[in-house]
C-alpha cells in the first residue's frame, strides 16, 4: 500500500467564517488514486494539533504538508509542525501556499521544516513524493545551520518550485510555470467530511459555497500579495470547467450562493462573458473581486449580463484618492474609474465593497484626510458601497530585471527592509508571529504611522462604520443597526470623527460586524 499524506489547514478564522480549504481539496484532487491522505482542518478541528499527530501515528506516512498564509497562521502552524518533528523526526514535513512563497528564506530557517513548496503546488507535491523515497528522511542537526531536508539530497534538484536544505545551505529549485486549473481534476468535497458543516449563512444565502476558477493576475500592484506569488501571470479555464463545479455544490451538497475567490474574476471582458453566462445559468446570488477600470468600461449589454447573473457584491480595489499614489502603487487604474463603478453598481443593483490602502510611506497623514473626503463623495454616489480601510503593506516583488530570465534560475520575491528605512523583515516563522509583524502584513499597522494617525482612522472608521452598516452582516438585529445608524449621523454629516466614545459605547452591547476584519 501506497504510503500516506498528511495535509493539514492550521486554525485562522472565526467558525462563522469558516470556508471550504480550496488548497488542500486542490493538493487532495491530485493524489488521489495515486497517495492515501487525510485533511484536517484545525478551522473546524479544535484540537488540530492532537488530529495530526494521530494520524501520523496510524500509518505509514510519507509527508505532512501544512498550507500556511502570513498573518495568524503562522503560529498554529508551527505548534503542529513543532509537535511532528519531536514526536516523528523522520517524517518530512513540508510548508506550501502564500507565506513560503513569499517569505522563503525565513520559512525554511527552522528546524521543524524540511521543504517549502513555493507557487502552484500540485505537480511539485507530487514530483516530491517520487523523490522522497531515494532522498530519505531529514538529517536534524543540532542547529538548523547544519541540518538537511533529506540523507541523499541530490534527487531534489530537479523538482521546480521546491526550496530545501542542503547540511544547512539553503537551496531554491527554479521556478515551476503555472498550468491551467482546468488541467487538473474537479475538488474531491467528500475528503472534508460533512461538506455541509462548511456552507455557512451568509448575507446572500443560508449556504453559502465557495469556489476558484481562475488563477492570478496580470497586474502588478506593490502592496498585493497576490503579485509576489503569480508574477503578473493569470490563467483562466474553460467556461464548462466552472460550471461543472458549480452545478456540484449546488445540485449534490444544496449551496445556494456562492463566493469567487479568484483573484480577479473580471480579467477582461471578452473572457468574463462565457464565466457571467455560466453563472446566470447557476442561479445564485454570488461575490466576487473586480478591479475598477475593467468595470467601468463594460458594455451595457455586459452590465445587463451581469445582473441576469445575480452578482450581489463585488470586492473592488479603489486603494486610493490620488491618480498619483495610484500610480506609485502601479494599481493601473485611475480615480475616474472609481466614481464610475460606483455608479453603474448602483444601476445594475450591484454593491461595491471598495478597499482602501492608507498611509503609504511618502505623504501618510495628508493622503488619509484626502482618502476620508474621496470616501464620503463614494457615499454620495452609492450609498450602500461597503468601505474597507487598511494600511498600507509592501509585499515582496522579484526583480524586473529578471522576469524574463533564464528559466533554471529562481526568482525569489524579494523585500530588504519594511519601507524605505526598515526594519528588517523576520528571519524565522517564530519572528512573523510577533504582534508587530503580524500588524504590519495584516495592514493594520506599519511602521512610519505615528499614533495620531493611527487613532484619527480608528475614530473615522467607528463612525462611517455605524453610520453605514455592512450589509454582510446579518446577525445585528435591525433595532440595532438602526440605534448606531441614528447616533453617528450628525457627528457623520458634521465631519466630527474625534473621540466617538458613545459609538463605542452602543457598540459594546451591539455586536456591529466590521468589515475590514470580517469581510465575507
Not at 446572500?204 to 496580470?218: D, E, L, N, P
Not at 444544496?254 to 453566462?277: M, R, V, W
Not at 453563472?279 to 466576487?288: G, H, R, S
Request: glycine fraction near 6%; aromatic fraction near 10%.
Amino acid at each position: 500500500m501506497a504510503k500516506k499524506v498528511i495535509l493539514v489547514n492550521p486554525y485562522m478564522s472565526s467558525p462563522r467564517s469558516v470556508r471550504l480549504p480550496l488548497s488542500l481539496l486542490a493538493l487532495g484532487a491530485v493524489l488521489e488514486g495515486r497517495y492515501e491522505y487525510q485533511i484536517v482542518d484545525g478551522n473546524v478541528d479544535s484540537q488540530a494539533a492532537q488530529t495530526t499527530l494521530n494520524a501520523v501515528q496510524a500509518g505509514d506516512t510519507a509527508l505532512l504538508g501544512v498550507t500556511v498564509m502570513p498573518g495568524p497562521q503562522v503560529a498554529p502552524a508551527i505548534e503542529i509542525s513543532r509537535a511532528v518533528r519531536q514526536a516523528h523526526p523522520q517524517v518530512p514535513i513540508a510548508w506550501g501556499g502564500y507565506f513560503p512563497t513569499l517569505y522563503p528564506d525565513s520559512s525554511i530557517n527552522a528546524p521543524y521544516v524540511d521543504y517549502l513548496v513555493r507557487g502552484q503546488g500540485e505537480d511539485t507535491l507530487l514530483e516530491l513524493l517520487e523523490c522522497l523515497p531515494e532522498a530519505g528522511p531529514p538529517r536534524p542537526g543540532s542547529a538548523v545551520s547544519d541540518s538537511s531536508s533529506a540523507r541523499n539530497s541530490g534527487v531534489l534538484r530537479d523538482v521546480r518550485g521546491l526550496t530545501w536544505k542542503d547540511q544547512g545551505q539553503i537551496v531554491h529549485n527554479p521556478e515551476r510555470p503555472f498550468r491551467p486549473p482546468d488541467q487538473y481534476p474537479h475538488y474531491p468535497y467528500e475528503r472534508v467530511g460533512d461538506v455541509g458543516s462548511y456552507l455557512r449563512p451568509s448575507f446572500m444565502g443560508r449556504r453559502t459555497a465557495v469556489h476558484q476558477a481562475a488563477i492570478g493576475c496580470r497586474y502588478r500592484c506593490t502592496f498585493c500579495g497576490v503579485v509576489s506569488m503569480f508574477n503578473g501571470h493569470t490563467s483562466l479555464p474553460a467556461a464548462q470547467h466552472t460550471h461543472e463545479a458549480l452545478h456540484t455544490l449546488s445540485s449534490r451538497y444544496g449551496a445556494d450562493a456562492l463566493q469567487l475567490y479568484d483573484h480577479n474574476f473580471f480579467d477582461k471582458e471578452k473572457t468574463s462573458i462565457p464565466f457571467l453566462e455560466v453563472l446566470a445559468k447557476v442561479k445564485m446570488p454570488w461575490w466576487c473581486y473586480a478591479r475598477a477600470d475593467t468595470l467601468a468600461k463594460f458594455s451595457t449589454s455586459t452590465w445587463e449580463l451581469i445582473r441576469r447573473s445575480r452578482l450581489k457584491m463585488a470586492y473592488i480595489g479603489a486603494e486610493a484618492a490620488s491618480d498619483s499614489v495610484l500610480k506609485s502603487m502601479k494599481k493601473g487604474t485611475k480615480v475616474e474609474h472609481t466614481f464610475e463603478t460606483a455608479r453603474l453598481c448602483r444601476h445594475y443593483g450591484v454593491i461595491p465593497e471598495f478597499s482602501f490602502v492608507l498611509g503609504g510611506p511618502q505623504d501618510p497623514e495628508g493622503e488619509i484626510e484626502n482618502t476620508f473626503r474621496f470616501i464620503r463623495r463614494l457615499k454620495k454616489i452609492h450609498p450602500e458601497c461597503e468601505v474597507i480601510l487598511y494600511f498600507y503593506s509592501p509585499t515582496p516583488q522579484r526583480d524586473p530585471a529578471r522576469r524574463k530570465a533564464d528559466r533554471q534560475e529562481a526568482r525569489i520575491p524579494l523585500l530588504k527592509t519594511y519601507g524605505p528605512e526598515g526594519p528588517e523583515l523576520p528571519t524565522t516563522p517564530e519572528e512573523w508571529t510577533q504582534p508587530r509583524w503580524l500588524n504590519y502584513v495584516c495592514h493594520q499597522d506599519a511602521p512610519w504611522l505615528s499614533p495620531r494617525m493611527r487613532q484619527r482612522v480608528r475614530d473615522f472608521s467607528s463612525v462611517l462604520y455605524c453610520r453605514y452598516p455592512t450589509a454582510q452582516d446579518h446577525s445585528t438585529p435591525r433595532w440595532g443597526k438602526s440605534l448606531l445608524r441614528n447616533l453617528a449621523r450628525l457627528r457623520y454629516s458634521a465631519g466630527l470623527y474625534g473621540h466617538p466614545w458613545e459609538l463605542r459605547l452602543a457598540r459594546s452591547f451591539i455586536p456591529l460586524r466590521e468589515p475590514q476584519r470580517e469581510s465575507l
